[in-house]
């Protein structure tokens, strides 16, 4: 009978090491997607490090105040508050570190009725995946996409929009969404 109970506590001292080690695994886990995920936060702001590697072609109207990685309150005007680029160029977003990432928000400028022809590409590793292209695209739009590993978006402005051949971004977000099931 002694003997029962004491495999027993064995038993049950080795089952729950073994609960308190999984438990530490689990949280290392999640500590880690948390990181690579850029902490579910926006990855393309100034805090984050990103940088516009397309800058010498792309133009910022109103200076810094034209950046869409801003997180200020925008004052938009017709030719103040936003990042553009020309007819056959883009818009580059590089990240300052690679990250897994499932979103990308993007706010084109609407203070006129017009549409956007833009193709949008993810890069990893020099490798372009397309993720998104439209003829119809205006005013603030998510693009949602299987996790993938980021460093760097490409806004290529196809055939500028219904009014000019400009591409307008007033303000631009990626970051990583839990997905709810629900």
Known sequence: MKWNKYIFSVILLLFNFEL???????RREARLKFITRGKYKNVLNYNMGALISS???????????????????YTITGG???????????IIFDLQEQYQLNTLKI?????????????IYLIYNDVETIIYESTLVQSITTIKFSDQSVQKFKIY???GNTQNTGLHIIKAEAYYKLQTNM
Not at 107 to 119: E, G, V
């Open 55 to 73: 800058k010498v072609i792309n133009g910022f109207s109103g200076g810094n105040q034209g950046s869409c990685y801003r997180d200020t309150i």
């Open 157 to 159: 402005n196809e055939n």
């Open 80 to 90: 103040y508050g936003f990042t553009a680029s020309a007819l056959g160029n883009s």
């Open 20 to 26: 308190v080690y999984n438990q530490a695994c689990q």
């Open 107 to 119: 706010w084109f400028w609407d203070q006129s009725y017009r549409f956007y022809t833009i193709k």
